[in-house]
Structure formats: C-alpha cells, structure tokens
C-alpha cells in the first residue's frame, strides 16, 4: 500500500470538539530489524506495550496533563513529546486546528529498550484522535504522522516500529520514498522470547556506529536473507526463517553495546530456539521458538544469566500481535 502524507484527505465524519468525551487506547511493543532486515522489518508483539487516554476539550490546542511510568524523562510541553507532534501533524492535515485535546500518557513499557517504546505512545495517541473524530480511514493513513514522531525520537523517521504497531502482524517496509508498506503472513504457532537486560543503549548512538559502506559480498549475502526470511514468512517454512535470521552487517557492531549478548545466543539456540538476534537497536534481545514454553524457558534462563552477572532484566513471551493497537474504553 503507498502512503503519501499530501494525499491524505478529511475523515468522512468529525465528531463536534465537545469538552470531555474521551478515550483509552493501547498500543503494542514491536520488534524491529528482526535481525538481518535494518529498518525495513518489524512485527507487533502482544505485551509489553503503552496507553493513551484522550479527551477532547472546548479550548482548542493540546495540553499533556500527566504522564506515568517514564521517571520523569518525558517532556509535557506539547511542542517536544512524540504523541503530541504526531496528533498535531495530523490535525493540520484534515483541517482539525480547531480541535482542543488534553493527554494523558501512561508508560507501561521500558524506554530505551529497543521494543519501540516512542512509537508505542506515538501509535496510541493516533489511533485515540482517529477514534475521537470518528476517522474512519484505513489506519495505514496515520503512518506518515506516527513517522514525525519517530524523527523526534531518535533522529531518523523509520517506519519498522511504527507500522507494525499501527497495523499489527508482521510488516515489510519495501519503500520510504514514496511510502510502501506491505503486510506479511507468519506461521501461527511462532512465539517470541524478549529479554530486556537493564542496560543503556540510546537509538541515536546506537545507529551513529553503523557502518555507512558495506562491500558487495556483505550485500548479497544480506539480500538473500531477508529474502529467505520473507519467503520463510509466506510459506509458513520456520526452517527457512530461522536459517534467514543471520545479520553481517548491524549486530556485529551493535552486539558490543549489549553485555554477553553472544553468551545469551549460544543458551537461548542451545535450548531449542530457531534464531536469535537484537530487537531494534537494543538492548532487548529476543528468540524466535515454535512453542510458548521453549520461549519460557529461554527467557527464565537468560535472566537468570543476566542476574549471575549482576544485571536487572524484564522479560516478555508473546505470539505477533496481529491486532495492533485498541480501544480500551
């Protein structure tokens, strides 16, 4: 599907801005990259994940009112906070500026994980103005807006977070000019392992050591594993997607910033894992298993490895959440 922010046209119905009526919404937790697949990859998982409360106001403009769960690093000044650009940026595109919001941020979710915690909030705070306008657009609409957020975030509006987490399922992000997001299929029965060691790893730093010139053998051999894993994808082949998941280019130099990372892979492929990799920029790390208890175990065992090295971790075993995100009430 092409998205292009120009095009975007006015919600067929728009609720009048009567002050107080509201709405909670909560959006997933993604995975991006999914290892060899740097910024083009990402799927939804069912938890962890962030909650939006929106209500609309007789004044209009945006006021944040409360955020919780983010230890005071989120700013409340509407100009600096991701959900509250967003939902401006797509004010200003149907024509809303009337609008008046007010916006509670509830953080149930780590920041700095690498589960795209910003696109999370970005996500919810989108889908709670599309519902209170009663837009009723495909949500794929709302990705060029969730993207402003991501550059505010970290510096690079990617699309691997965000659409997954507006869309649900497992996305392919073919294009960013213009826009091209397509959904793919998954084997039902793939659970995520996600263990999220007590570390700081900033998304900026994080892309600042990338290589910016790869040779050509490193190319190829990258293209025909993400081509191995989309096809494992549709021919619901978890061989073939485990045995794609293999990264030259990112997580060689992204692992260093991840304490025991290769210790965590050789216990979590040990212990019947079909890959093993970094979610996003990290820290998170996750598996891929064909069973909710291997995907368990797996995360018991990596905390407790992180522990015997004197490290705090969250823990996580999710199928892909094909949903996205949802009205809460």
Same mark, same amino acid.
């Given at each position: 599907?092409?998205?292009?922010? =120009?095009?975007?046209?006015?919600?067929?119905?728009?609720?009048?801005?009567?002050?107080?009526?509201?709405? +909670?919404?909560?959006?997933?937790?993604?995975?991006?990259?999914?290892?060899? @697949?740097?910024?083009?990859?990402?799927? *939804?998982?069912?938890?962890?994940?962030?909650?939006?409360?929106?209500?609309?106001? $007789?004044?209009?403009?945006?006021?944040?009112?409360?955020?919780?769960?983010?230890?005071?690093?989120?700013?409340?000044?509407?100009?600096?906070?991701?959900?509250?650009?967003?939902?401006?940026?797509?004010?200003?595109?149907?024509?809303?500026?009337? &609008?008046?919001?007010?916006?509670?941020? +509830? #953080?149930?979710?780590?920041?700095?994980?690498?589960? @795209?915690?910003?696109?999370?909030?970005?996500?919810?705070?989108?889908?709670?103005?599309?519902?209170?306008?009663?837009?009723? *657009?495909?949500?794929?609409?709302?990705?060029?807006?969730? %993207?402003?957020?991501?550059?505010?975030?970290?510096?690079?509006? +990617?699309?691997? $977070?965000? *659409?997954?987490?507006?869309? @649900?399922?497992?996305?392919?992000?073919?294009?960013?000019?213009?826009?091209?997001?397509?959904?793919?299929?998954?084997?039902?029965?793939?659970?995520?392992?996600?263990?999220?060691?007590?570390?700081?790893?900033?998304?900026?730093? *994080?892309? =600042?050591?990338?290589?910016?010139?790869?040779? %050509?053998?490193?190319?190829?051999? =990258?293209?025909? $594993?993400?081509?191995?894993?989309?096809? @494992?994808?549709? %021919?619901?082949?978890?061989?073939? /997607?485990?045995?794609?998941?293999?990264?030259?280019?990112?997580?060689?130099?992204?692992?260093?910033?991840?304490?025991?990372?290769?210790? %965590?892979?050789?216990?979590?492929?040990?212990?019947?894992?079909?890959?093993?990799?970094?979610?996003?920029?990290?820290?998170? &790390?996750?598996?891929?298993? #064909?069973?909710?208890?291997?995907?368990?175990? /797996?995360?018991?065992?990596? =905390?407790? +490895?992180?522990?015997?090295?004197?490290?705090?971790?969250? /823990?996580?075993?999710?199928?892909?959440?094909?949903?996205?995100?949802?009205?809460?009430?």
């Amino acid at each position: 599907m092409e998205n292009k922010e =120009q095009e975007i046209k006015a919600p067929t119905i728009i609720a009048p801005p009567s002050g107080g009526r509201g709405v +909670h919404v909560f959006a997933p937790a993604t995975v991006a990259n999914v290892v060899c @697949g740097f910024d083009v990859l990402g799927f *939804a998982v069912n938890e962890p994940g962030d909650e939006v409360i929106m209500r609309l106001t $007789n004044k209009p403009g945006i006021t944040i009112s409360k955020i919780t769960g983010d230890d005071g690093r989120l700013p409340l000044d509407p100009a600096k906070n991701t959900v509250s650009v967003s939902v401006q940026h797509y004010l200003q595109s149907v024509g809303r500026t009337d &609008v008046g919001l007010d916006i509670e941020l +509830h #953080k149930k979710m780590p920041i700095g994980s690498g589960l @795209g915690s910003s696109s999370a909030s970005t996500v919810a705070g989108l889908y709670a103005i599309k519902t209170l306008l009663d837009d009723d *657009a495909d949500p794929a609409k709302l990705l060029p807006f969730a %993207m402003k957020g991501e550059e505010m975030a970290c510096g690079h509006g +990617h699309a691997d $977070n965000v *659409a997954p987490a507006l869309l @649900g399922g497992f996305v392919l992000i073919r294009s960013y000019d213009p826009l091209d997001v397509i959904r793919l299929p998954h084997p039902a029965g793939l659970y995520c392992a996600i263990v999220f060691p007590d570390v700081d790893v900033p998304t900026r730093e *994080a892309r =600042q050591i990338i290589r910016q010139k790869i040779n %050509m053998k490193d190319a190829v051999t =990258q293209w025909g $594993n993400i081509a191995g894993l989309v096809s @494992g994808l549709f %021919m619901q082949d978890i061989d073939l /997607i485990g045995r794609s998941m293999k990264d030259i280019l990112v997580e060689p130099v992204r692992s260093m910033l991840i304490p025991d990372f290769y210790k %965590m892979r050789e216990i979590a492929m040990g212990m019947g894992a079909i890959s093993f990799g970094i979610s996003g920029s990290g820290p998170s &790390v996750f598996a891929f298993t #064909k069973d909710e208890e291997t995907a368990k175990l /797996i995360t018991q065992k990596l =905390q407790q +490895h992180l522990t015997s090295i004197k490290i705090g971790s969250n /823990i996580y075993v999710s199928t892909i959440n094909d949903a996205g995100p949802k009205v809460l009430g």
